[in-house]
């Protein structure tokens, strides 16, 4: 197979980490025979330095012209809260430019990695659990409003915005357990009561054969860590998604593991890990490569529909870990690119 992958490295870990995806990636073509056409662009921080904006339009270009994003992270102490143009702007306006409006985080206990969680043991066998997070919608894109002394973020959501990202839960569901709990905050939030009516109303219509359960964000923060191993599919709106996603992923032992991918419609998706910029360690060499190189498997398996490959991605990593291949987050000494070359390796002697 022929097929165009933008690199968009970023700011901060995130070049280190998708270095070491991307050499994942031209593993997987070297040793399955495909032709993976990989070019690299700005975005970010990095992309505002060199061109005053953080998504400029030969990047959002490159991206269009792709069959799949494959992005490191951004943002950093340089471009704060208080710059007039921060890197977010960037991954925000990419997702909604590329119409992503599905985020998909799973996360999975490896039984060698338990002692890295701070849960108890116990709570953790079994965890295997998938967030799907509304990535266009919502108060990340209300309308806002400042002035020196009041400030405003609108929220709002169609029922047409909920539908298709409920489907996106549904089909997912039902290759798993078929156990869908939509989280939200109907007891306050206008927005939530409608994402509960028409999320009930479409598992009732298009998906019978799974189970669906509501939970109030703040009670689904507590579930997660007293039960995590009950939930399979999540379903659940923007700003809720992000922060129970960064909560979860403590379960698997390090944020850095996590990957995750961003889909619409079509076939292009944009696959990254769920960890930022990570400044503080930044051309350290130490950064867990495991989440970005995991996001590679997340895109031969949605964007390019190589599942083999997925597998074999999948299975070298699981290999690096129980072999003790752990980044200084895992409790380790091995550096981002002595993991990233043994998962490689693996890959291309799979
Ligand atoms: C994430 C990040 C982003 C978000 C930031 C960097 C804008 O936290 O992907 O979870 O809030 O969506
Ligand atoms: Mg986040």
Redesign the pocket.
């Known amino acids: 197979m022929k097929a165009r992958i933008a690199v968009l490295g970023g700011d901060g870990i995130g070049p280190e980490v998708a270095r070491e995806a991307a050499s994942v990636l031209r593993a997987v073509g070297a040793r399955f025979g495909h032709d993976f056409a990989m070019d690299e662009a700005l975005v970010g921080g990095a992309a505002i330095d060199a061109t005053g904006s953080p998504l400029p339009p030969e990047t959002l270009a490159l991206c269009r012209g792709s069959d799949a994003v494959l992005f490191g ?3 950093g102490p340089k471009w704060g809260p208080s710059s007039p143009v921060r ?2 702007q960037g ?2 306006a990419l ?1 909604k430019e590329l119409g992503l409006f599905a ?1 998909l985080r799973p996360v999975t206990v490896n039984p060698g990695l338990i002692d890295a969680s701070p849960l108890k043991p116990d709570l953790l066998k079994g965890v295997d659990l998938v967030v799907v ?1 509304e ?1 266009t919608g919502g108060i ?1 894109f209300g309308e806002k409003r400042r002035t020196a002394t009041e400030a405003f973020d609108g929220c709002a959501y169609s029922a047409g915005e909920i539908e298709r990202v409920v489907r996106v839960a549904g089909r997912l569901a039902r290759g798993r357990r078929r156990h869908i709990t939509s989280v939200d905050k109907a007891n306050v939030l206008e927005t939530s009561r409608l994402w509960r009516e028409v999320t009930q109303r479409v598992v009732a219509d298009e998906f019978p054969d799974c189970t669906l359960e509501h939970q109030l964000v703040d009670s689904c923060a507590m579930q997660l860590i007293r039960h995590p191993a009950a939930f399979d599919v999540i379903v659940t709106e ?2 809720f ?2 922060i129970l ?2 909560e979860a992923s403590v379960l698997a032992g390090s944020i850095g593991l996590l990957p ?1 991918a961003s889909l619409g419609v079509g076939r292009l998706g944009l696959y ?1 890990p ?1 960890h ?1 910029s990570a400044p503080d360690i930044a051309g350290k060499g130490i950064a867990n490569p495991y989440g970005a190189i995991m996001s590679v498997a997340m895109l031969l398996r949605f964007s390019l529909g190589l599942e083999r490959e997925a597998t074999a991605v999948e299975r070298a990593v699981g290999a690096a870990l129980d072999a003790g291949l752990l980044t200084p987050d895992l409790g380790g000494t091995a550096s981002t690119s002595e993991a990233g070359a043994t998962v490689a390796r693996a890959v291309r002697e799979a």
């Open positions: 992270a951004i943002g890197p977010e991954l925000l997702r985020n997070r990535l990340y923007n700003m998604g992000d996603t960064d995750s990254e769920i930022g």
